[in-house]
């Protein structure tokens, strides 16, 4: 889950009221927030500033910034008007034109503008930081969409998205003073860690997306970097915003998220200028701003919540979870869902926002009514007698890892890999996680090497599962209960061993076959 | 007396009562020394009769003595070092090095020995150096002092020469504790030994009735028990098992460790670029890699629910990938066998409603710390039947952990892509005094449901835990390590208490905690009391006094409990002030939990039944102030401060804390965060640093920051001169309010 940093201060003048530690962790608990951490940062200018860090679900991507943040506790507390976010109808819409040759890198581009915005410290660094946390999350590490944001009056549309090979694109990229070819570039953010992580998604492809003006100037090389020319400081007051992705669908999402949030700045806030985008021959405005009407029923809520609330009371709870609700003739209720709340899908989003508006912990707690009679797992159960039957023969019980490495099951057992059926693991980190361990004994040898200062004679035993291939099942490998004990001392002491295995068979029935015949156990000479 | 030395010790104890017998007095070194046997065995014997009761009396004297140490006695049979190289230096001199080879071990030392006594010289003037002697004879001294302390004769030895010897390590000074013997009241010569125990043929010969037993000695450990023992954590899997079972659930097979991903994720319709699909969280199998044997209707609904919706959803959108699905994986929760069994459930001819659970591996390709494995166990517990709400997943939960012993349950709103509603569970611990997380809920998504072919009206709850967190929390183990794996330690298995699971903390917890009931209990019966004397009409709550909200029925009441350590004097001066603007009912109490009570007492002349506002101060074990107001619970002296300031302000015109100026409460607040956290500021220094700048803490008027920091410095006993001005300012401004 996502965690953002707001400075208290700037969250205590947004909610419009201080709040205590605690008072402000109970808010964010009822809400669905976790206040995490609390800490001092100095600031820019050495002042310390106490900062808080607060958790948010991974679908709320409409409170990832203070802005969104303080809107949506206002609303929840009845404390602000759910605002209506609409777009603007400029005389001449700026342009995205989409050249066929980026179809193949990184097909689709979306775009917007904030128009007279006055920015301030704080608000350019909260800009910032909400297109930070939209690229690690909804953008997957910016694989699925990128932003890149411009001043508006320093560049001219319309704008052309393209593919160029890598040493044809020249430009100053930002806070750099060079001009650098996007392969120099490359090279110069291979060591950059914050950029680092993201030159794979482009590097290897022969053309890179790019993004000109009118003029030829590169607005940005999504999703690595934008132009210096294009920069947006403090004073800029126009904003062009676009957004390149792989997935329309996040990269929708990434813009609405953005333009919703920053638009409150606008000198008319919470209204958008559109950009069309023009893709083989079809033109498309975003952003989508897209409201969606939901019509709910009043019963289905309370019977998946459980509780007694009738049309107008729910209406009047999802007003307070910026769901603007009201009640139809037929007492059915048209939920609005606004274009920050992406995250509602399905009428149960709905229901849940309910629910938490209603409070969890209001809900009346009840039993399920359906009698059930319970079934332990027979192998369970018999594992669990057994461990019982074991450790009262003198056996202590031990608990070891199911992963191990692949010398554990292998080569310290004197075997080859090869010969072995086991489950390899393709991703492991460290050499304890190369496969799924085959038998217990590897796993009680290191128990007794753990534990060498103990007086003798150890007696351990563990029975649990070990993973088995087997081509023969579903998925192509199958869990096998296993017991192994082991007896460690000065002598070898197989009879202490073998008395145990007598003992288990006693236990569970069957007879030793003197005969060596299959209708009961018997020992024989093996090479292990 | 030949063969004493073989003697035995009860052979020792009746020689040593029957000289006793006749001298009266005894020394345990004289008489070893007469009898030639080591000491040690005598004093053997002495504690042996010691033992008997009274028949003898001993004392304890020391004596100190020299002994020499393997050097010394070196010394004393070969002579000095110093000696030795003097004798070895022939009379027409010797080359050092030759010397220094000859004489060994010792050479060294008694080479520098040698010439600081003024024995030897060396000459320079042929190259390299040769060893002369000196004098033509010296006199061992050092030798034949060895010799003397050996033979015990050491007072012939100047006493400034034995510290040097001993400097030298030729010596040592032992303390030697020896015994003076005496008749005891019992005293008597003869001594039968009593037997330990009792033996079949005592019981045979019937000598058992005539024979005294020696007792038990009951300080004593007994002898450990052996046996096997089993592991904590499976002690503990075995009880959380038991309560599924008594709740009525039934088992799930989840003996199934390797997982595709389509039962994995996106049956539970998370979608392919979630981020617990990266290979940084999840274990993928390149051997065997991939499986293809899924339900094939099922597949293409799931399919379609996530690329374009349905079912009432909208999906999420994207181009779903069998190949993405295929991919096996060690299963990163038993979720995914839930899915399963559901989809077993959804394909019979009739639904028939479930109550699900397990407990088993899972496995996370994570980050590794203290608390952190690859592989945990998870525990799980499903409910599939009609009609099942969120306030049935509550109840379950709430039944589930209750039998735990865990009752103080809050839920919080959560985000999990296969449920909706989500809720993370938070218990109270009474232990770190805060909310924690103990598990997660929800209920399973229609997206998840109905594609499986379950019926529209069946919900789906669930709610999942992981085993070694409690586990860890119950036996106070820090680090996983030390619980499961190879590395853990047999003894902590062995000394493992038995799981008593609905008895949380150690035997003394445990035992505060039912004294904690009780006193809940009685405050419990009060309240009813009280109500019931409402209902007779005795209260006059609301009918006195100042503008009572109508939603309050009277303004105040608090309890509030404090540590006798820490009396807040913080409420001693709101107390005044509240005094003269509602009618105050003030009582302290002492809690059974502690010894005394704080030094502070608030009291009043006011009845309860006439008050307005009411506060009854309890002083009892608890590590913070805690204030119960209705059935809340704030905690903190500066909260407590705080809610107080607040009504004061609110219905009193205080103007102590928020009907202040907004700059000043932030003041008052950023104050108030500083002195409550005493780790980074402590008061004395605090406190002068700000009246430097201003008459009170928070500018020119006395608010609630002068009131925390006052009560803080009177608990701290801290008193420099401008924290007394400033007491005595803030004292005498609440006495003009």
Known sequence: MPTISVKRDILHDALGRTYTEQEFDELCFEFGLELDEVVTEKNDDGK?????????????????????????????????????YELSKPGKMERLEVDPSVLQVRPHVVGAVLRNVTFTKERYDSFIELQDKLHQNLARKRTLASVGTHDLDTIKGPFRYMARPPADIKFVPLNQTKELSSAELMDLYSTDSHLKPYLPIIRDSPVYPVIYDSNNVVLSLPPIINGEHSKITLKTRNVFIECTCTDLTKGKIVLDTLVTMFSQYSDTPFVIEPVETVSQGETSIYPSLKYRTETIRAEKCNNLVGVNQGPKEIAKLLSKMCLESKVNADDSISVTIPPTRHDVIHPCDIYEDVAIAYGYNNITKLTPGTLTVAQQLPINKL?????????????????????????????????????????????????EFQVARTALLPGLLKTVQANRNMPLPLKIFEISDV???????????????????????KTSGFEIIHGLLDRIMQLLEVPRSEKKSSSGYYLETSED | FTSLRECKMQDFGSLILEELDKANQLDSLKFAQRHEVDEQKIVGAIKSLESLGDVIQTKIYQVKSWQLTAEGKEVAANGSHEYRVYSAVPDSGIQQSKLMSSCGAFGKVGFSKAMSAGWIKIDKSQGAPVVMKLVESASDTVGEHMVLIQKGESEKVDAKLKGEYKKRKLLEEVVDKHYTINKGTNFRTKIEKAPTELTADMIASGTWKTTSLKPYNLDALGVETGGGCLHPLLKVRAEYRQIFLEMGFSEMRTNNFVESSFWNFDALFQPQQHPARDAHDTFFISDPATSDRF???????????????????????????????????????????????????????????QKLFSIDRVFRNETLDAT??????????????????????????????????IEKLRFKPAYNPYTEPSMEIFSYHEGLGKWVEIGNSGMFRPEMLLPMGLPEGVNCIGFGLSLERPTMIKYKIDNIRDLVGHKVNLEMVKRNPICRIDKSGTGEERRLQVLNRRWANIESKLSCIQKQMEVMGISTATAHGMAADSSDGNLMDVVIKVHPDKPPYSLQLLLNVL????????????HSSVKSAGSLVLSSDESRITADVKITLIYSNVTRPTMIVKNAQIQGEENIVRYLARILDSRGGGNLYESLDSKVVAQIDNILDRLTDASKHSVSTLIPGILTKSKYLAGNRVTIADILAYSLCKQAAVSNSSIKDWSKRVEDAIAKM
Not at chain 1, 60 to 75: K, T
Not at chain 2, 301 to 318: C, E, L, P
Request: glycine residues 8%; hydrophobic residues 40%; charged residues 25%.
């Open chain 1, 48 to 84: 310390e500033e106490i900062v808080y860090k607060i958790e948010i679900g991974a679908n709320r991507y409409d409170l990832l910034c203070v802005e969104g943040l303080a809107r949506a506790l206002l609303v929840f507390q009845n404390k602000m008007k759910i605002p209506k």
């Open chain 1, 383 to 431: 594992t669990d007698q057994l461990r019982e039957a074991v450790a009262q023969s003198g056996f202590t019980e031990a608990l070891t890892f199911s992963l191990c490495s692949r010398d554990d099951v292998a080569a310290k057992m004197r075997k080859k890999i090869e010969d072995i059926p086991a489950v390899h693991i393709g991703n492991p980190k460290t050499l």
């Open chain 1, 467 to 489: 993973v088995l291939k087997d081509g023969g099942t579903e998925v192509g490998a199958r869990n096998e209960r296993h017991l192994s004990a082991l007896f460690y001392n």
């Open chain 2, 295 to 353: 339900p094939k209707d099922y597949l293409e609904r799931v399919k379609k629910v996530h690329s374009v919706g349905g079912f009432d959803s909208q999906g999420y959108g994207y181009d779903w990938k069998i190949e993405e699905a295929s991919k096996n994986l060690l299963r990163t929760h038993t979720t995914a066998v839930s899915a399963r069994m559901l989809y077993r459930a959804a394909q019979a001819p009739q639904f028939v409603p």
């Open chain 2, 579 to 590: 005094k003269k603007r509602f009618k105050v009912a003030a009582s302290t109490h002492t």
């Open chain 2, 372 to 405: 952190h494995l690859a592989e945990f166990h998870q525990i799980e517990g499903v409910v599939a039947d009609y009609g099942i709400t969120l306030g049935h997943c509550i109840g379950v939960i709430n039944t589930f952990f209750t039998k735990l012993g």
